[in-house]
């Protein structure tokens, strides 16, 4: 709770002046302190992780309005977005094919973003893999490959240029039947950014963090800090997490610490090549920073799967990009390796 003080700064008399008559005294204007901001932090389970905001605001019922309708607005994108839901968009345009329909200004917006990195990338990042990622998910679970002719059926429906996107009419067609998008490499980073504007334009909050599982994306700083604290989990035991400061930025690390499979004694990652359908192999942990969290969201999957060389080339033609790249060896040895704008944000 806080409490909003009015000071009125009284002149006494003087009984040699002339006394004005009231209606030619200035009013007495108030002055309004700024109320100290308090953190509060809140957590909601939304697309399939958990969402967890932080942020400064003067009072815990302005902090609870602001967290509420930021919830909600990651909640209307994951009912846009989901390839669970029957009844999202993502799922209605992949259940019609050949044929263009209208789609909402945000799904339009992510379908453009990934449409970008698919060309800036050659095709390393690719949300049409639909298909190939859920024979993969039943790989995990049975811990058995997938079937060799039901993966080159599952590739014979992907292919990032079979999207067509008409931003006159705001229509998406998807031109070969059977395609599948798969949006876990772009949503949630695209999901952070509208919460973190949200809490910014409509509830004057600037200094937040909004934070999906390992997509995370700041504003100002906390009151008493220069910058946002960030830890990247290491990605091998006995490592100390790798600190980062980060303002009006976003942070994500994309790897195989959990989500993986292990068979006939190679490591399989959930993260599946879009050129060979395969999960990636070995050991790895990619953290790609960026002004926005669908820049930083996408760019992971891409650098993990390019060739270094073109994949740090990628990152250092975007501006404000910069990139982290962990790889264990042998005898559990990590190579790192990173873009020349890293150092401006580690701590």
């Known amino acids: 709770m806080f409490s909003i003080c009015v000071l009125i700064h009284l002149i006494p008399c003087n009984p040699a002046c002339p006394v004005e008559p009231p209606a030619a005294r200035a009013p007495l204007r108030g002055l309004r302190v700024a109320a100290k901001l308090e953190r509060y932090e809140f957590e909601a389970k939304i697309m399939g992780t958990t969402f967890r905001i932080v942020l400064y605001a003067a009072s815990k019922e302005a902090a609870d309005a602001a967290a509420n309708a930021a919830f909600f607005r990651v909640a209307e994108l994951d009912r846009i977005m989901s390839d669970y839901r029957k009844d999202s968009e993502l799922t209605k345009l992949c259940a019609t094919s050949d044929k263009a329909i209208p789609i909402s200004d945000d799904f339009f917006e992510v379908l453009q973003k990934a449409e970008e990195m698919s060309k800036l990338s050659d ?26 002719d039901e993966l080159v059926a599952a590739m014979a429906k ?47 909050i600037k200094s937040a963090l909004v934070a999906a ?18 830890d990247i989990a290491p990605i091998a035991k ?4 790798r600190s980062l400061k980060l303002v009006n930025a976003a942070v994500s690390t994309s790897g195989d610490l959990e989500q993986f499979v292990e068979i006939g004694g190679v490591r399989y990652s959930h993260i599946v090549d879009p050129k060979t359908g395969l999960g990636l192999t070995g050991r790895r942990s990619v953290t790609v920073l960026a002004k926005r969290g669908v820049t930083a969201d996408s760019m992971t999957k891409a650098v993990m799967l390019m060739p270094r060389e073109k994949a740090f080339k990628l990152v250092e033609s975007t501006p404000g990009a910069a990139a982290f790249v962990a790889v264990v060896g042998k005898d559990e040895k990590v190579e790192t390796t990173q873009s020349t704008r890293f150092v401006n944000y580690a701590k």
């Open 123 to 148: 095709g390393a990042f690719d949300i049409t893999v639909g298909p190939v990622v859920q024979l993969w998910r039943h790989a995990r679970r049975t811990q058995q490959l997938p079937d060799k």
């Open 158 to 204: 992907t292919g990032w240029k079979f999207v067509q996107l008409d931003p006159k009419n705001r229509t998406a067609k998807l031109l070969k039947p059977g395609m599948q998008l798969d949006l876990g490499g772009i949503a949630k980073g695209y999901a952070a950014d509208a919460a973190l504007k949200l809490l910014r334009d409509k509830h004057g």
């Open 213 to 230: 599982a390992g997509d995370i994306t700041c504003g100002d700083p906390p009151p008493d800090k220069d910058a946002w604290d960030v």
């Open 238 to 241: 006995g490592q100390k997490p």
